[in-house]
């Protein structure tokens, strides 16, 4: 226990001091003040007593190139202000910019409500857009979708320079609205530079380099509180639907004018309001209460929180006669909380601020106050109100994992292991030959599938997160011109690639030379060039010049995949629209497929660390193909020939640019490879023919076990149980048996502890319904963290091999097959069923498969 001053002492010195604690109120009377009631004609009363700008007052801060104005006539019910009435839409990017005072911490307040004004054009339901300040993500890709509500999304921002810009970006085809804006600057004091870092226990400094964004803001035991009588106009609400156990607290209040604040404080941090309200514990009248009050908010667990706690003791009626523990996510926070010697008083404001790094984040953050177990002292425990503030990220983001400027975020954990990018411009031409020789056999009718399939189809993978495979090419368009991108935010920092003249990819290719085909499909050819200007290797896709079909399209979509740019996807350079041509060029990728370096090829092995590595950062090119875009887009054939390593063995995922449908060989065959392949697809899409982005989860699952037991997804010349690794892998698993069947290279080498983690992913990403199934983000982390078990492991002894073998590991043996594993396939009746779906021979089949994937996936730079 702590010392303590004889209560006396204390009394005396109180007494001495008091007179510099103020409790008379401070009033905040703002420099910077902009208040815009967007699309208003005439002035309103905003309800807080507060005057907004109508619009024609407001236009000299706005610049944009439409000028639609929207009213409701009239109110809905429980909208609480008449700003809610009035909106501007935009169609095209559009700006409020406003000159501040001084730089220093500022509210930016942005009031939504999506209501449908008449006339019908614009239906602010439907809206998507993103929000940026010339350096601040605040919302990306946002849609407030079919809610009836008003929505008001605060931040606090230092602004270090005198300009404040606020920038409306609405989504390709989409729109952006604004109902009102809000930029008022806050007292310096609002936020100090420090806090308590929770996990380790620790001093945080630097807080003024963050932003933050209002998450959760309770006036614990206590009414709402508007933003009339706030001291700054926020909003406080009543902590009740937090509290975790309502039987566990009891609020209690007093008069709000008893509130005093000492030195360090005001009522600007928190009105008296706040402080005159709080929860105690229920049962605190038991001879010894033993338990915990817990309120728990729910947080995206992507970002740090900045948590601000509330505590006054109006409580006791003596001084130092209150001490409990308060805890954040079950860590302790305070120990021991001696409010009477932190304040000098009761009915004495105090506050604690506290960060919780992302890396500890859960969905939840959950605050408890609980009594010491020492018999001291009245045992209790309150708390007044709560703060929860959400952290910008590495990339100055507050919603997403893109910065303004096009950065990506690497997840918390894995920042220390960034390894150089470096993009290869060598290739490894010996496989490639060997497979365009292979891949010739299996060009045979390429006009056959041109017909049916426009040009963008076969770059086209599916957007919707729900769009059904049998939906044609026409509705995949389609839903490929609703996706995109916050086009405002990305058009700055990445065009369309590089234009190639016709005559420049001639030269590169020797007259698109036959020698020169590295691949082969239904559209055209693909060609290793190679640059004049700077030697670059290049892989040239070219489609059909016959094909009368898709030139808008095939321009729509190089827009589309030349944004859709990641460090782990296969990337579009620039392409060529010349004499109708269609042709795109991609880099390179020296070192090929994943498969070729597991099995089959004969090639030496790859370490442990070097799968994971693999894994990992094809885990990353398929999260941003998910997430990185507003709709998500499926990659739909997931596996280890489409995911290729550069010439430094990092990975990138291919062949999320081609079609859905594959060709026709001979005739009566699959309709394709690329609606998944059998061994990799989803049984739920199978059943349900709903394509989902758990289905690439699903998929990438098979993956996992792949690199861990280095044999085919489906090898139909095992005996029938082990034919398909998913069903395989999961058996021994389950019976906690798998590195019986890892790959022999690993046994003894690999970190027991780290395959678990890499297979305990697997096997949820294996869950048979997609809801079961993590996201690629989850997986993503697993897989970072069997990384950290492995490279915390000691070196394992280097005589560990096992007298009790695995089976072998079939390397080599059989090439991948198209023939479903049973024949409930067959009645599927959609193309993909066993009829269907048989190819003539097993190794045309896979010639197919890597063909595809080679087409989108050849690099160089
Ligand atoms: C506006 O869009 C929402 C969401 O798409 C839809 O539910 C609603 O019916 C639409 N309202 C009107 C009047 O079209
Ligand atoms: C805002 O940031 C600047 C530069 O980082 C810093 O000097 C300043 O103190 C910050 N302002 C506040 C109020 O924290
Ligand atoms: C807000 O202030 C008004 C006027 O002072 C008062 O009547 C009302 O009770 C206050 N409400 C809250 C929730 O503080
Ligand atoms: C209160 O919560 C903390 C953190 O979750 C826990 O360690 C402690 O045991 C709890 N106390 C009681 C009495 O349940
Ligand atoms: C979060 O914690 C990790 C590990 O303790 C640390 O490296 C990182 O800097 C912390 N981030 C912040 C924002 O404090």
């Given at each position: 226990m702590e010392r303590r001053f004889p209560p006396i002492i204390l009394t005396v010195f109180l007494l001495l001091f008091r007179e510099t604690y103020s409790s008379s109120t401070t009033k905040f009377t703002p420099t910077d003040n902009f208040l815009i009631d967007c699309g208003a004609k005439e002035k309103v009363e905003s309800g807080d007593g507060r005057e907004f700008k109508t619009d024609s007052e407001s236009t000299a801060f706005l610049s944009a190139d439409d000028n639609n104005l929207l009213f409701l006539p009239k109110a809905p019910e429980g909208i609480p202000s008449p700003i809610y009435l009035s909106a501007r839409a935009f169609t095209k990017e559009a700006t409020y910019a406003f000159?501040?005072?001084?730089?220093?911490?500022?509210?930016?307040?942005?009031?939504?409500?999506?209501?449908?004004?008449?006339?019908?054009?614009?239906?602010?339901?439907?809206?998507?857009?993103?929000?940026?300040?010339?350096?601040?993500?605040?919302?990306?890709?946002?849609?407030?979708?079919?809610?009836?509500?008003?929505?008001?999304?605060?931040?606090?921002?230092?602004?270090?320079?005198?300009?404040?810009?606020?920038?409306?970006?609405?989504?390709?085809?989409?729109?952006?609205?604004?109902?009102?804006?809000?930029?008022v600057n806050a007292p310096d004091t609002l936020i100090s530079d420090?806090?308590?870092?929770?996990?380790?226990?620790?001093?945080?400094?630097?807080?003024?380099?963050?932003?933050?964004?209002?998450?959760?803001?309770?006036?614990?035991?206590?009414?709402?509180?508007?933003?009339?009588?706030?001291?700054?106009?926020?909003?406080?609400?009543?902590?009740?639907?937090?509290?975790?156990?309502?039987?566990?607290?009891?609020?209690?209040?007093?008069?709000?004018?008893?509130?005093?604040?000492?030195?360090?404080?005001?009522?600007?941090?928190?009105?008296?309001?706040?402080?005159?309200?709080?929860?105690?514990?229920?049962?605190?009248?038991?001879?010894?209460p033993n338990f915990n009050i817990t309120w728990q908010m729910s947080v995206d667990p992507s970002f740090g929180y900045f948590v601000r706690l509330h505590f006054c003791d109006i409580l006791s009626k003596a001084l130092n006669d209150l001490y409990f523990n308060v805890y954040i996510n079950g860590r302790k926070a305070i120990s021991g909380l001696d409010?009477?010697?932190?304040?000098?008083?009761?009915?004495?404001?105090?506050?604690?601020?506290?960060?919780?790094?992302?890396?500890?984040?859960?969905?939840?953050?959950?605050?408890?106050?609980?009594?010491?177990?020492?018999?001291?002292?009245?045992?209790?425990?309150?708390?007044?109100g709560v703060e929860i503030l959400k952290m910008s990220n590495s990339v100055d983001s507050l919603d997403g994992e893109f910065g303004v400027d096009g950065r990506v975020a690497s997840s918390g954990m894995s920042a220390k292991k960034k390894i150089v990018a470096v993009v290869g411009i060598l290739m490894m031409a010996g496989a490639f030959i060997g497979l365009a020789a292979m891949v010739v056999k299996w060009h045979k009718r390429p006009q056959d599938w041109e017909k049916k399939n426009s040009f963008s189809s076969w770059l086209l993978p599916l957007h919707s997160a729900h769009?059904?495979?049998?939906?044609?090419?026409?509705?995949?368009?389609?839903?490929?011109?609703?996706?995109?991108?916050?086009?405002?935010?990305?058009?700055?920092?990445?065009?369309?690639?590089?234009?190639?003249?016709?005559?420049?990819?001639?030269?590169?290719?020797?007259?698109?030379?036959?020698?020169?085909?590295?691949?082969?499909?239904?559209?055209?050819?693909?060609?290793?060039?190679?640059?004049?200007?700077?030697?670059?290797?290049?892989?040239?896709?070219?489609?059909?010049?016959?094909?009368?079909?898709?030139?808008?399209?095939?321009?729509?979509?190089?827009?589309?995949?030349?944004?859709?740019?990641?460090?782990?996807?296969?990337?579009?350079?620039g392409y060529c629209d010349e004499n109708?041509?269609?042709?795109?060029?991609?880099?390179?990728?020296?070192?090929?497929?994943?498969?070729?370096?597991?099995?089959?090829?004969?090639?030496?092995?790859?370490?442990?660390?070097?799968?994971?590595?693999?894994?990992?950062?094809?885990?990353?090119?398929?999260?941003?193909?998910?997430?990185?875009?507003?709709?998500?887009?499926?990659?739909?054939?997931?596996?280890?020939?489409?995911?290729?390593?550069?010439?430094?063995?990092?990975?990138?995922?291919?062949?999320?640019?081609?079609?859905?449908?594959?060709?026709?060989?001979?005739?009566?065959?699959?309709?394709?490879?690329?609606?998944?392949?059998?061994?990799?697809?989803?049984?739920?899409?199978?059943?349900?023919?709903?394509?989902?982005?758990?289905?690439?989860?699903?998929?990438?699952?098979?993956?996992?076990?792949?690199?861990?037991?280095?044999?085919?997804?489906?090898?139909?010349?095992?005996?029938?149980?082990?034919?398909?690794?998913?069903?395989?892998?999961?058996?021994?698993?389950?019976?906690?048996?798998?590195?019986?069947?890892?790959?022999?290279?690993?046994?003894?080498?690999?970190?027991?502890e780290s395959m678990n983690k890499l297979a305990e992913a697997a096997e949820k990403c294996l869950a048979e319904y997609g809801v079961d199934r993590p996201s690629m983000g989850d997986v993503l982390w697993n897989l970072e963290y069997a990384l950290q078990l492995h490279d915390a492991a000691p070196p394992p002894p280097p005589d560990s091999d096992s007298d009790d073998k695995p089976p072998s590991s079939t390397a080599g043996s059989a090439p991948s097959s198209l023939i479903p594993e049973d024949g409930s396939a067959a009645s599927s009746g959609v193309g993909i069923g066993a009829g269907a779906v048989r190819m003539p021979d097993d190794r045309s089949t896979t010639v197919a498969n890597d063909a595809y994937a080679q087409l989108a996936g050849m690099t160089g730079r």
């Open positions: 000159t501040l005072a001084r730089p220093g911490w500022h509210w930016i307040r942005l009031h939504f409500h999506p209501f449908n004004p008449p006339g019908g054009t614009f239906n602010l339901s439907n809206a998507v857009f993103s929000v940026t300040t010339d350096d601040l993500v605040l919302l990306h890709s946002f849609t407030i979708g079919d809610v009836q509500k008003w929505v008001l999304k605060e931040y606090i921002v230092n602004a270090t320079t005198e300009r404040m810009a606020i920038h409306f970006s609405p989504l390709k085809n989409s729109f952006a609205f604004i109902n009102a804006i809000e930029v420090e806090a308590t870092n929770l996990a380790p226990l620790d001093d945080f400094k630097g807080l003024s380099d963050f932003a933050f964004q209002s998450v959760h803001r309770l006036n614990v035991g206590g009414p709402l509180i508007t933003s009339v009588n706030d001291t700054l106009s926020r909003s406080w609400v009543n902590d009740g639907q937090y509290l975790k156990s309502k039987s566990t607290g009891k609020s209690i209040s007093v008069a709000p004018t008893v509130i005093e604040f000492p030195d360090g404080t005001s009522n600007l941090i928190a009105p008296n309001w706040v402080y005159a309200s709080a929860m105690k514990m229920a049962d605190a009248g038991v001879s010894q409010l009477s010697t932190l304040t000098g008083g009761l009915a004495m404001a105090y506050y604690r601020d506290f960060i919780l790094n992302a890396s500890l984040a859960t969905d939840v953050i959950s605050v408890q106050i609980g009594p010491m177990n020492q018999p001291t002292g009245i045992v209790n425990a309150l708390l007044n769009s059904s495979f049998m939906s044609g090419s026409k509705s995949s368009v389609t839903a490929s011109h609703r996706a995109g991108f916050s086009g405002g935010i990305y058009s700055s920092t990445l065009g369309l690639g590089r234009y190639f003249s016709f005559a420049e990819l001639q030269e590169a290719t020797k007259n698109f030379n036959d020698d020169t085909v590295c691949g082969v499909g239904g559209f055209g050819n693909v060609y290793i060039g190679e640059l004049a200007d700077d030697g670059t290797k290049v892989a040239v896709k070219r489609g059909n010049p016959h094909s009368e079909q898709g030139i808008n399209e095939f321009q729509t979509e190089i827009q589309m995949l030349s944004k859709l740019r990641h460090r782990h996807l296969v990337s579009l350079i109708n041509e269609m042709i795109l060029v991609y880099e390179l990728m020296a070192n090929g497929t994943m498969r070729d370096h597991l099995y089959g090829k004969g090639l030496p092995p790859l370490s442990w660390k070097q799968r994971l590595e693999i894994c990992i950062g094809a885990a990353r090119g398929l999260h941003y193909l998910h997430t990185g875009t507003t709709q998500g887009i499926i990659h739909r054939d997931v596996k280890t020939t489409n995911i290729l390593l550069d010439d430094n063995f990092v990975a990138k995922v291919a062949d999320f640019g081609l079609s859905k449908d594959g060709p026709t060989v001979g005739g009566n065959h699959v309709s394709t490879a690329v609606k998944g392949s059998f061994g990799y697809l989803d049984p739920e899409y199978f059943r349900r023919q709903q394509l989902t982005d758990k289905s690439d989860v699903y998929s990438f699952g098979v993956v996992l076990f792949e690199a861990l037991c280095a044999r085919t997804a489906l090898d139909p010349s095992l005996p029938r149980e082990q034919v398909n690794l998913a069903e395989w892998a999961m058996q021994w698993k389950k019976k906690g048996l798998l590195e019986k069947i890892i790959d022999p290279y690993l046994v003894g080498k690999i970190n027991i």
